[in-house]
Each structure stands twice: as C-alpha cells, then as structure tokens.
C-alpha cells in the first residue's frame, strides 16, 4: 500500500488519539498535570507501537520529566523525534474549550502547539513497521518544559542527538513549511538601584531609579539591528514606591532575538556596558541567552532537500522558512547536527485561542515522515 493512501486510512484512529492526548492538560508550570501528560503519551506509544526495546526517563524536579523511548529499526543508524507534551495553557482551559473537529479545523489547547506532532510522530513509526518499509532505529524524546526553555532538558536533548542520522522536531509547520532558521532568544532583566528620597522637600538628594532606568532603555532599544535580525523588546517595567518619592530601585525585562550567532557577543557587551548619567545608581544585569540561533548548517541542508524529494515523489511541494520564534531544534543546530524543524500539524494560532489545526493536512505530515525516516535506512 502506498504510504499516503495508508496515512489517510489511519486518520480517524489518528484523530482520536489527538484527543485523548488534548483532554488532559499539561501546563508547563504544573508538574502535577504533567505527570498526567506524561503518561498518557507514555500510554498511547505503547498502545500503537508496542513496548519499547529501551526506555529511560530523566526526572524533571520541578519541570516536566524527560521520557525517552527506543524502537529497534531494520537498518543501521538512528533517527531522534523531539516533541514536547507541555502547553501554555493553565489547568482549567479545557472547560471553557473543548476539543472539537468542525468543517475540517481542529481546535483545543495544545492541539497546534504540539500534541498533533506528537501524534504524528508516534503514527509515523507506525507506518513505517506496518508497512514493513526499512528503517534505522528510532529513538523518542518527550519533554516537559519547551514553553519555558526546556531549562531541565537541553542537556538530554544534546545528548540524544548526538552521532544520530536526523533530529526531527515536531512543532507546528509555518502554513506549511519546515522551519529551517530560527533565531536565539535572551532574556534579561536590568535593575537599576538609587537613592530614594522626598521629591518634593529635597529633590537633589535623590537619584531617581525609574529616571535613570529610561536612560538605558533608550541604549537598549537603539542597540536593536533588524537589518541582521536583531530585535530587543523591553517588555516589562516596574520600581518606585510612590509618586513624591525618586524611586530607589526599578526593573526591566528583556527579550532579545538574534539571527546570527555573531550578534548574541555584540548584546553581551551592550548590556555589560550599560551606564546611567547620575553615577549615584548601580546597574545590575541578569538572565541569560535560553537558546543560541537556529542557522542552516551542511547537514540540515542535506537533510532539507531528502525531504524535498520525499514530498515530491508523494505529489507535492515542500518549502522551507525563517521564524522568529526559538524551540529545541536551536539545540542541536548549535551543534552542527542535522535537524527538521516545523515537522508537525498544519494550521495557526499558537499561544493563542484561535489556536487550530487543518485535518486534511494530519496525513501528509504523516507521510512525510514515513518516507523520510524509510530514505535514511
């Protein structure tokens, strides 16, 4: 059987595993919830695929633990599928907003931003034993914290991708496309300490938090590049203790995006130099850079254009993108390794209530993937 024609015979058993998977919540932020998730994408690849011939799971403390499931394949090699089972929606969303399939569009909270990847990848394996096509081994990565930096599981991540055939990343496409670039992401905060006092009885004795934080939100914000992909958003601002009192402390946050990994030491220095006028306030600066950026290296262009050809020989055309947004492909890009990027549902709307997926589109991605893992044996 043609692996489309199996994708799209597997769709309803497809889609009711997206909702199992969509019903129960995993807010990034609730381990309770995510012990939940956990196990029920556990549940589910076991139910499709059978017991694991490996399985490892890294305790996450207050994060989201990291499973990690192995499948032998009939050819050397590995191939590595990445997805996260956490979301940013709070327990209690699901009431308020069902899952439903209408006229085609799935909605619910996470079903963009990833459990429809999730599905898909489990699935893809799937096909890919029931069909009998070779294949290397296929080694799965779930965890529990992307939606907030996966700060527990980079280090797994970094180790499971290393010496594999492919990464595979399954976040949502961009309407479509693979996401081939994306760019790194900081986050800083920058406190400003001065000295406080009464605005109206001794004005000069003060040395205003709030007016010299402006100053250097001012350098921030002209220290943006966008014509090499540099933005910087002051995002966050708090200090002052009331009106008739020079604020004796006040607070920044940042979000930094670059494109190119020569801009991440240009920023560091920035913020290093970091000066206010009254030489009365101390600066302090805090955070760090969450993930490097996410630039085409030879493997992952090499790997790009076997999916191409993959797509074609299935009947369509498959294109690539720059997004702005950071995931745990950055990872093992920054590495050198071969990563897809974007390999997950069709549709719009993540972080958001408009939040959908287009079903048509499950089956393709699904085939896409199949046939991709099969050229790698």
């Not at 690849?45 to 394949?73: F, I, K, M, N, S």
């Not at 089972?85 to 969303?93: A, E, F, L, R, S």
């Not at 529990?144 to 290393?162: F, N, Q, V, W, Y």
């Amino acid at each position: 059987m043609p692996i489309v024609e199996w994708s799209r015979q597997a769709l309803p058993a497809m889609l009711d595993d997206i909702r199992a998977l969509v019903e129960v919540e995993t807010h990034s932020r609730d381990k309770r919830a995510l012990a939940r998730g956990l196990a029920a994408v556990r549940d589910l690849t076991a139910e499709r695929l059978g017991p694991p011939d490996e399985e490892t799971l890294h305790e996450g403390g207050e994060y989201g633990d990291v499973l990690q499931l192995r499948y032998a394949g009939t050819a050397p090699g590995e191939v590595l599928l990445v997805g996260h089972y956490d979301t940013v929606w709070p327990v209690g969303t699901l009431a308020g907003w069902p899952f439903s399939v209408t006229d085609g569009t799935m909605t619910g909270p996470g079903v963009f931003d990833m459990k429809t990847g999730l599905v898909q990848a489990i699935w893809a394996v799937r096909g890919l034993r029931g069909l009998g096509l070779p294949h290397p081994g296929v080694r799965f990565l779930f965890n529990g914290d992307e939606e907030i930096g996966s700060p527990m599981s980079r280090p797994h991540i970094e180790a499971a991708s290393e010496g594999t055939l492919a990464n595979l990343v399954f976040e949502a496409s961009l309407r479509g496309a693979l996401k081939t670039s994306r760019k790194g992401v900081g986050l800083f905060d920058v406190t400003v300490t001065g000295v406080e006092a009464h605005a109206g009885l001794d004005p000069a004795a003060g040395a205003n938090a709030i007016h010299a934080l402006a100053e250097l939100v001012t350098q921030l914000v002209a220290g943006a590049a966008p014509e090499r992909g540099t933005t910087l958003n002051v995002g966050l601002i708090s200090g002052g203790t009331g009106r008739n009192v020079a604020a004796g402390r006040a607070t920044c946050g940042i979000d930094v995006r670059v494109s190119e990994p020569e801009e991440v030491a240009r920023i560091d220095a920035l913020l290093a130099g970091l000066r206010p006028s009254d030489p009365r306030v101390t600066v302090e600066v805090t955070g760090a850079w969450n993930r490097p950026p996410m630039t085409p290296n030879p493997p992952s262009q090499r790997l790009f254009k076997e999916a191409q050809a993959v797509a074609a020989a299935q009947g369509w055309a498959l294109e690539e993108a720059a997004v702005g947004g950071a995931s745990d492909g950055n990872f093992i890009s920054a590495l050198g390794r071969p990563v897809l990027d974007g390999i997950g549902a069709v549709g719009d709307g993540a972080h958001a209530r408009h939040e959908h997926v287009l079903v048509e589109h499950v089956p393709e991605r699904t085939a896409l993937t199949i046939g991709l893992i099969s050229a790698l044996a």
